[in-house]
């Protein structure tokens, strides 16, 4: 870690300096790059227009193998960049909690600014869960590797078994003639009124108001921190997977990637073998009809289908790694951890994207643009986001987004500028800093 400026107090010195380039782990920065771009490729499923024939079965193939796949890879880089900040600081003396703290508040600023202002479309903005569960995961900043498993696995069941309690009474009650009609009756209510506020926002969406779209992401935020369900959510994902990252940090598992090969081909393996199997059963569960399906069979399918979603992230992400492991395969690869470095800024960038794409006074593409164009799309603007990041990042040290949140983070301004341009320098030893 480079050293902080001049005016810095001694005991923050070692601290106060964020990562510099030659410090960070290339293969941890090239999967953050292909998880960005995971993202705007799922995203654009917003643009999709359906219609009968190839397009649908594209827009299957899309739930199946993009939607939900990539934000489990940024989940879990998430916690291990947490156990990488803690090494660093432990090895030089240091306390971290104030300074992760500050880290964490000013990503909550991010979140909220995102939802609240550039988000075109509610898809359930990350950054504020983020920062909520990074909090949740400080409690478990000292627990051994086993513990930290342990827990992740109960985090994962807590929410499984709160789905199982409701839909049990839920069958009870339609299993019993006193309560089946006022059952039935409830639930076509829930089912009317959300499909309403769902076309109203489209509809809002659509036509481009930014100010009644504001109103109605600011309807969603308040829906949300309402609801139990929402918070059994965060723990399951994405606090799970906070928690097997920081598992795979405190085991070093990319400080020692050569010795830990095995571990991440049979991480791919399996994460190919059960995503396959869980969004079978899931896509079975969907289009059968319900007689040819039991009722608890296709609750199974729900249950499963996050899971297979995480395992095929996994899937995607060791075997980027083990590519990248191959001289020709890490040259082609390199360019992901630009990107990767930037992926708060390109996050963002995202949300303004697509705040041009859809609504009707820029663009107008929402719901207008068959899936294998909107795929196209996708490249576009991921192609753009890669050319910018290597542009950037060979005349500064961080993108501007980060460059804030560094400078919220540490309380003081942080050089940007690199003296003499050179080329994208990325070393071996450091995370997300």
């Known amino acids: 870690?480079?050293?902080?400026?001049?005016?810095?107090?001694?005991?923050?010195?070692?601290?106060?300096?964020?990562?510099?380039?030659?410090?960070?782990?290339?293969?941890?920065?090239?999967?953050?790059?292909?998880?960005?771009?995971?993202?705007?490729?799922?995203?654009?499923?917003?643009?999709?227009?359906?219609?009968?024939?190839?397009?649908?079965?594209?827009?299957?193939?899309?739930?199946?193998?993009?939607?939900d796949k990539f934000w489990p890879l940024f989940s879990f880089l998430f916690g291990l960049g947490f156990a990488m900040q803690i090494t660093r600081a432990k090895s030089r003396g240091q306390d971290f909690l104030p300074l992760y703290r500050r880290r964490l508040l000013a990503l909550l600023l991010f979140g909220l600014a995102n939802a609240l202002l550039l988000l075109h479309v509610w898809r359930g903005e990350i950054l504020h869960r983020y920062a909520l569960c990074g909090f949740l995961l400080l409690l478990f900043r000292k627990c051994s590797?086993?513990?930290?498993?342990?827990?992740?696995?109960?985090?994962?069941?807590?929410?499984?078994?709160?789905?199982?309690?409701?839909a049990g009474t839920h069958l009870l009650r339609l299993g019993n003639p006193q309560t089946a009609a006022q059952a039935v009756q409830e639930e076509a209510r829930r089912e009317v009124k959300s499909r309403a506020w769902d076309a109203e926002y489209k509809r809002i969406a659509r036509e481009g108001d930014y100010f009644a779209l504001m109103k109605r992401r600011a309807q969603a935020f308040t829906r949300q921190f309402s609801s139990l369900r929402f918070y059994l959510r965060q723990l399951e994902f994405p606090f799970a997977l906070f928690l097997i990252g920081l598992y795979a940090g405190r085991r070093q598992i990319f400080e020692n990637l050569s010795a830990n090969l095995q571990l991440v081909r049979r991480v791919m393996w399996w994460g190919l073998g059960l995503g396959l199997v869980g969004q079978s059963v899931w896509l079975v569960s969907e289009k059968l009809?319900?007689?040819?399906?039991p009722y608890f069979t296709r609750q199974a399918g729900s249950i499963l289908e996050p899971f297979a979603d995480v395992a095929l992230s996994f899937f995607y992400a060791t075997a980027v790694v083990l590519l990248a492991q191959h001289t020709g395969w890490r040259k082609f690869l390199a360019p992901l951890a630009a990107p990767g470095r930037?992926?708060?800024?390109?996050?963002?960038?995202?949300?303004?994207?697509?705040?041009?794409?859809?609504?009707?006074?820029?663009?107008?593409?929402?719901?207008?643009?068959?899936?294998?164009?909107?795929?196209?799309?996708?490249?576009?603007?991921f192609g753009l986001e890669l050319v910018i990041s290597l542009w950037w990042l060979r005349r500064f040290r961080f993108g501007p987004s980060e460059w804030l949140w560094r400078a919220l983070t540490y309380g003081q301004l942080q050089p940007m500028r690199i003296r003499q341009p050179s080329p994208l320098a990325v070393g071996k030893s450091s995370g997300s800093g």
Request: with cysteine; glycine share 4%; proline share 9%.
């Open 342 to 381: 930037m992926a708060l800024t390109n996050y963002l960038l995202q949300s303004v994207a697509f705040a041009i794409l859809c609504p009707r006074y820029a663009l107008g593409l929402f719901e207008q643009v068959r899936p294998a164009q909107a795929w196209g799309v996708a490249v576009v603007i």
């Open 145 to 166: 590797p086993r513990t930290l498993l342990l827990a992740a696995a109960l985090c994962l069941l807590i929410p499984r078994v709160y789905d199982a309690v409701l």
């Open 1 to 67: 870690m480079s050293s902080g400026p001049a005016t810095c107090p001694p005991l923050m010195e070692a601290v106060v300096a964020p990562v510099s380039p030659q410090e960070r782990t290339e293969s941890l920065d090239i999967l953050r790059g292909w998880a960005v771009f995971g993202i705007i490729l799922a995203d654009v499923d917003i643009l999709f227009n359906i219609t009968p024939g190839t397009d649908y079965v594209l827009n299957e193939l899309h739930k199946v193998f993009v939607v």
């Open 289 to 293: 009809p319900s007689p040819a399906w």
